[in-house]
Every structure is written in C-alpha cells, then in structure tokens.
C-alpha cells in the first residue's frame, strides 16, 4: 500500500471537515490522553522538542497551493517560539533539539511515522464519522522506540509539533467578497473556501507512545506569519494540557 | 438582470485576482534570481528530492552517472553550469521517463536508458529536459496553472449561482480545458524546449539525425506499451509531431557541422548493466516482447553471456508460448555452458522437470542450484520439491 | 497500493458509517470463506475485500481477497494459471507489487510454501518504502483454488507497527477455511 503521507491538499481535505467538528459541536475537549497520562507524564521533567514541521501556503483565486519558503521559515519560527513559550508555564525544562547527520535518518524515520500516526488519529478519534471506539476509549499511539534519540541529548520525552496554513491571496478574497455579491442577486453564495491554519502538538514519552496530543484548526482566521496570532492559537492548545503535580 | 449585473462584476474581480507573468527570461542570460513563487517551487522540491533519495528508488551505478553527467556537460558552457550545476540522477523504473527539477537535478529512468542506442540520443534527451531547467518552464508552467485555475474559480463563483445548469456546462468545460493544457508541460514549452534542445546537440556536434529516432524509439514504446498519451516529455505535442518537428529542424538548419558524433560503443559499455538490469523490470512487468528484444539484442554483442540465455529461458517460461517450454530447456542449457557456476538456470530445469514429472532430473538440477546458491530466500521451496520427488508425489 | 489512498479519501467522503467493529467468526459466503478476526478491530464497509485494523489503515491492515484466476494484474501482464505452483502463482502477485510505480525499494525478506487452511499455497515476506518516507512490511499468503486465488495480507508500517500485531495475523491465519471445497 503506498500513502503519501505528505500530501498536503489530503491534509487540508481532512481539516476541513474536521473544522466542521469545531465549529458545530459543543466547545468538545479537542485533546487526547493516554491511558496512564497522569502516572507518565509526572516523571518528565526535560523534554526535547524537535524541530517543527510547517508548512505555509499562499492559497490563490483558483485554489492552487503555493509553498512559500519565506513564509514556512517565518512560520516554524513563531510556531517554535511559541510553543516554547507555553509550555515553560509547565514543570518542564524544555530544549529544542538540533538534528545532525548522525541522528537524521533516525528522526525522518520517525516523523514519518509520526505523520501516518497524527492522521490516524484525527481521523478515528474526532471525526464523528471515522471514531473507532477502541482508540477513543483507550487513547494509544505509539511512534515506536526512541531511547536513542533520548539518549543523544539526554532527554525524557519528545514534542512533535506541526502546522499548516494557508494564506489567501488579494485575488482570492476578492473572490470571497464577489461570490457574497453575486449571491445577493442570485440567491446561491459560490465562494472559495477560506485558508485553514492548523496546528497539532504531541508529548511522547520514553516508550514511544503518545501520553497527550493536541489539535486547533481555524479557517481564514488565523495567521502563522504573525507571531501573536499564532501564540494565541498555540496557547489555547497547550492551555488544554492537563495540570500536573511535580 | 442577473446575467448583466454578473457581467459588470466579472472584469472588475478578475482584475482583482490578476495574472502572474509567465515571461521569464532564461537563466543563460545571466544575472539569475529566482523569483518568491520560483524559491518556493525550489523549497518543495528539495524535499521531494530528499523523499526520492531516501525511498530506495534511485539506481547506483557511480560509473553510469559520471557518463551520464559529462555527457550533459558537453551541452552548456561552463558560465550556465556555474549558475545552475546540474546534476543527473538514475531511477529504477522501466518506463521510458525522464524528469528535471527546476534547481537541476535530472532524473533518467533505466527505461528510457535500456531503450537507446548511443550517446547522440542521450544528448537529444539530456540537452531537452536541460531546457526546462534554463528556461524556467516549471515555474512557467506553474503560474500558467494559477492563472487559468483562477480564471475557472471567477467563472465558477459569478456563473455558479445561475439555474439551467450554465454554471455546471462552465465549470465542465472549464476544468476540462484548464486541466487538458497544463497535464505536464503546455505545448508551446514542450516545443521550446525541443527547438532549444536541438540547438545545444548541434552545437556540441552530435549527430542530429539521431534526435529523430530517440523519438522514434519513444513511439515504439508507446505503441508497445498500449499508452494513449505519452508519458514521456508531457502529453503535449504528440510523439509523431514531435518527429516531424525535429525532422523540420533539421531540414531547416542549413549550417554543416564539423562534427557528427554517436558515440555508441562508450554508450553502449557504460550502459551494459543498467541496461541487463531492466530487462529484469520488464521481466516482472510481463512486457516480455521488449524484454525478449533487449535480451537479444544483448546476446549478439556478448554471445556467451550466461545471464542473457537464463533471461531468454524465463521469458520462454514465464510467456508460455508454443513450444516454450523446448526453448526454455535450451537456453538454461547453454547459459550453464557458459556458466557452470550460476545458480539459476539450474533451478529453473528443476522446475521443469518436476512439472513435467521427471523426478530423476528434477532432483538432480535442485540440488546442483542448492550447492550453488548458498544462502538464499527460496531454499524452503526447493526443499520442499526435493521431499516430493523423494516422496514420489505429483506437484 | 494507490488503492489505499483512494480507499482512505472514500471512506472520508462516505455518508454512512464506514467502519464496523468486528470480533469472532466471520463468514463470507459469497466469497466461500471463514475466519476468526480480533476483537475490537474495525473493519471497512467499503472495500470489496474484507479489510480490517486497529489503528487506522496508514498503520496496518489484515485482509482477504478472492480474485478470479483470469484477474488482470495492474502492474504486470503476467497472468496466473490454474494449477499453477504456489511458488509461480506467489512470484506472479509479487512482480505485481514491485511493478507498481510509486513502490520502491521492495525486498523480499522470505519466500516459502505455506499450508492456509489445509491447502497448499505460498508465503512471502517483503519490506518497502513509500515517498512519503514511511517504510512498510508486509506478509502475503495464497492458494490458488481451482478458478480462483485467495490472498491473506497484513501490511503493517515497518517501525513499531509490523511486530505488534504479527501474533494477531498469524492466529488470523491459522483460522482461515474454505467453506465448501471446489
């Protein structure tokens, strides 16, 4: 079976219909904990947070996905910085972990994985329609082992963090504002969809499983490029994490 | 009313929405700077590279890629080189492909290498997809993309809320017309690239003529292969096109050129593995007429080559032809002849010979293969046919 | 194995509940089989095969298929033949895998007989990479059966996933039958 896991538009596909959930539901708890998430996260005290994967898009009239490197380097930034920020509020001493060659294919290895896992999950454990009772009942995912990366900089714990967004172009708002129009005389609002930013957070703990995951998705009204437009979304997320003892 | 209120909006969004430029001038002008949708097309595709180098797919043959990398420095002076080093990969896949990306690196699938003859129509395809890389055709081609996509998204939102199905028959015939001129490379960049292309063969002193039958070989395949658009440098213009244009070329260009260089034997020696080794993918493909013609073709250069009558024999076995199986026999016969110690012939007669009932034989050629072969994946087969031959069960 | 993806965004976009939960015996009449599937494990409404996971089909999957012998093949013009040997018809599905254009890298770890459910057939054992970068592992048994072929697969990602579930597949395996022999 071959998945591209990285298929981008996949990815906004699915948070599209996630934001659906978002918005319509009755404010749900958008994390997921492990089943032994109190125990577990207790005895961590330095995670590592590898470096965040964000992608950023410049959504043009016609829906075509521009990537633009300007803007991820921007974007994985702020996501980083802020992500940072937040959770210094919590008994953690956080290092942000700087891959090298000798470790390299071992984090693609996982991150790839990662990747197939934090689909999984948005899929079968918030989507209504995909839930899969057994994983919202008992929330475990695992990435696989990860002593060695532990060991290499003498951490406890990993934080994966990604993001994506999509910024609409002059064009494409316009686009926006003539389908209201045109809408007004004709009664049916055709309008491009708007730019989705979303971003997930998980907390892996030394047996490669997820003790807690996390996900904020808003459509058009978010910006990673600006930093405290993304710091107020990271907050939000990562104000959801559970309070624990030291 | 509506329809006239529509068509007063309609040029004011799509002035709105603009068109981004595809004039670009080509990077042999000089002075290049990729521009921001440029950088971002590069940034994407060093991850896809970085995917493509870590999936297993390319070929290693570190001689094959030197040959294949002097031969496109042959193409350019070296001011182009300095501002774009290219850099030519090979994939394992049997389809007669090749692709750049936009910072240089060229991938040549040992499809398309297993198919040529000689170095001319290696310069015919190397000097073509090097012209999508100076003269910016991805990034062309990708704003081309954007503007027509837009295009279709205003037609879409001022035509879509009208009833009797005009919004629908646009958003057909739109999609269909965006889409039908951007599926690869637009025509008119294909063209260029062949005309430019010409250039860069004639100038290094290749034989044009064998740009002709590079596409000539690509039509074969085509027809081969049953594919109803080409697959190979876009779907547009079609491959008999494109001969006629290059047939045009060459009519037209009246300058002789001092030199006319093929250059198959250095090819052919440089290819000779990667060559054999695609004949194996076309093997596992069943495409056992190409990979019957490139065996034999292999086996009049190089008659004693075990390997080429083993791969006669599999393709006898596995295209159960009349007669094949008489075939089969003979070609693993001469292949052990020619090699006593290569395992594989022997295990093929084995099966054979147990199919055929003849126990006696089948034996002796698996244990022959099993002596030979050491440590190998199928070995609990084999044994397993050995307990039936003892046994005396039918397979 | 583009199939996957497909399946994946048509389950997605499907109205009605496209998962199951499934345990215990189940049995396939029209496709003239039974076996005993794990418990809590969800199972696809959409597929024409039976498909089952756990986690999520990027993860891993188990399921069975009955094609008809005269089945065109995707990424080969090999073709199976009625009284085949295992080891052919097993080399047949395989050159249709690593024929596949977007399947790299496949090696093909193991290749022996196998008994499914008391016929005689082929296992083989192989790993692949994807372009996405994740790596795959995967165990295939067949038998052909008179007209037609049955294949029991697991596909599972190579790191953490494929070792955890093989005792599942394997008691999945082991309880395979043939209702009514051809």
């Known amino acids: 079976m071959i998945i591209n896991t990285k298929t981008s538009q996949a990815f906004a596909f699915l948070l599209v219909s996630l934001l659906s959930i978002f918005m319509f539901a009755c404010a749900p708890k958008t994390y997921r904990t492990h089943p032994e998430f109190e125990q577990r996260v207790s005895k961590i005290t330095n995670p590592g947070m590898l470096p965040s994967d964000v992608r950023v898009y410049e959504l043009t009239a016609g829906g075509v996905q521009d990537l633009r490197d300007d803007w991820c380097k921007i974007g994985k930034e702020n996501v980083q910085k802020a992500v940072y920020e937040a959770l210094k509020q919590r008994p953690f001493k956080i290092e942000q972990l700087v891959v090298d060659k000798e470790i390299e294919e071992e984090i693609e290895d996982i991150q790839a994985l990662y990747r197939a896992v934090s689909l999984s999950i948005q899929l079968h454990t918030y989507n209504p329609q995909f839930l899969f009772p057994e994983k919202v009942n008992h929330f475990v995912y695992s990435v696989g082992p990860v002593d060695k990366i532990l060991k290499k900089y003498g951490a406890d714990a990993i934080i994966f963090v990604y993001g994506f967004d999509e910024i609409s172009t002059g064009g494409r708002k316009a686009l926006q504002v003539a389908g209201i129009i045109v809408g007004a005389f004709t009664g049916v609002v055709v309008g491009p969809r708007a730019g989705i930013t979303a971003v997930s957070v998980a907390l892996v703990d030394s047996s490669g499983e997820i003790l807690w995951y996390n996900l904020k998705a808003s459509a058009g009204g978010k910006d990673l490029r600006d930093f405290d437009s993304c710091a107020s979304m990271i907050n939000d997320m990562i104000g959801e994490f559970p309070s624990t003892k030291k | ?395 | 194995m583009r199939k996957l993806l497909i399946l994946f965004l048509i389950i997605f976009v499907s109205s009605c509940a496209p998962w199951v939960q499934v345990g215990g015996l189940y049995e396939s009449s029209g496709d003239n089989f039974k076996i005993e599937l794990p418990n809590g494990w969800m199972k696809s409404r959409q597929s024409n095969e039976l498909l089952i996971t756990r986690d999520g089909i990027l993860l891993q999957t188990i399921s069975v298929e009955r094609l008809d012998i005269k089945h065109e093949f995707k990424n080969t013009k090999k073709k199976l033949v009625k009284g085949m040997l295992p080891e052919e018809a097993s080399e047949v599905i395989l050159d249709n895998i690593s024929s596949a254009p977007e399947i790299a890298g496949l090696d093909i770890i193991e290749s022996a007989p196998a008994k499914i459910g008391g016929m005689s057939g082929f296992k083989a054992v192989f790993k692949y990479n994807t372009k996405g970068g994740l790596r795959y592992k995967s165990i295939y048994y067949g038998f052909i059966d008179g007209e037609v072929i049955y294949v029991i697969r697991y596909i599972a990602a190579q790191r953490y996933y494929f070792d955890k579930d093989l005792n599942t597949f394997d008691k999945v395996v082991n309880s395979f039958h043939i209702i009514k022999k051809v």
């Open chain 2, 1 to 395: 009313m509506k329809l006239k209120i529509i068509l007063l909006i309609l040029p004011i969004i799509l002035f709105q929405i603009g068109c981004a430029s595809t004039d670009l001038k080509p990077i042999t002008t000089g002075n290049f700077a990729p521009e921001t949708d440029e950088r971002g097309i590069w940034y994407q595709v060093e991850e896809e590279q970085k995917a493509l180098n870590r999936s297993g797919v390319l070929y290693t043959d570190k001689e094959l890629e030197e040959y294949l990398n002097e031969t496109a420095r042959k193409l350019y002076p070296n001011s182009v080189l300095a501002q774009i080093p290219f850099n030519i990969h090979v994939i394992k896949n049997r389809q007669f492909n090749a692709f750049a990306y936009p910072n240089g690196h060229i991938y040549v699938h040992t499809g398309v290498l297993a198919c040529m003859e000689n170095e001319a129509q290696l310069a015919t395809l190397l000097a073509h997809e090097m012209t999508h890389v100076t003269h910016r055709h991805a990034v062309k081609g990708f704003r081309n993309l954007k503007n027509k996509s837009a295009v279709l998204a205003t037609l879409q939102v001022t035509f879509g809320g009208l009833g009797g199905g005009v919004g629908d028959l646009v958003s057909l015939l739109g999609t269909f017309g965006a889409l039908a001129s951007v599926y690869g490379y637009s025509r008119e960049l294909e063209t260029e690239a062949d005309i430019e292309g010409f250039k860069l063969i004639k100038e290094a002193g290749y034989d044009t003529l064998e740009s002709v039958k590079f596409f000539e070989l690509l039509k074969r395949d085509i027809e081969e292969e049953e594919i109803k658009q080409a697959f190979f440098f876009g779907t547009h213009p079609r491959v008999q096109e494109r001969i006629e244009n290059y047939e045009d070329l060459i009519k037209s260009d009246n300058r002789k050129s001092a030199k006319s260089i093929i250059n198959a034997e250095q090819f052919l020696a440089k290819t000779l593995k990667v060559k054999m080794d695609n004949i194996f993918l076309d093997l596992k493909a069943g495409r056992f007429k190409k990979a019957r013609r490139a065996a034999d073709n292999r086996r009049e250069l190089y008659p004693n080559d075990a390997k080429v009558y083993y791969l006669l024999g599999k393709i006898e076995t596995q295209e159960r032809g009349d007669n094949g199986i008489e075939r089969a026999i003979n070609n693993y016969k001469k292949a052990i002849s020619f090699d006593p110690s290569f395992p594989e012939p022997y295990r093929e007669l084995g099966l054979i010979y147990l199919k055929q009932n003849n126990k006696g034989h089948a034996t002796d050629f698996f244990k022959q293969y099993l002596s030979l072969s050491g440590e190998t994946n199928d070995r609990a087969y084999v044994e397993e046919y050995l307990k039936q031959c003892k046994e005396g069960d039918k397979p």
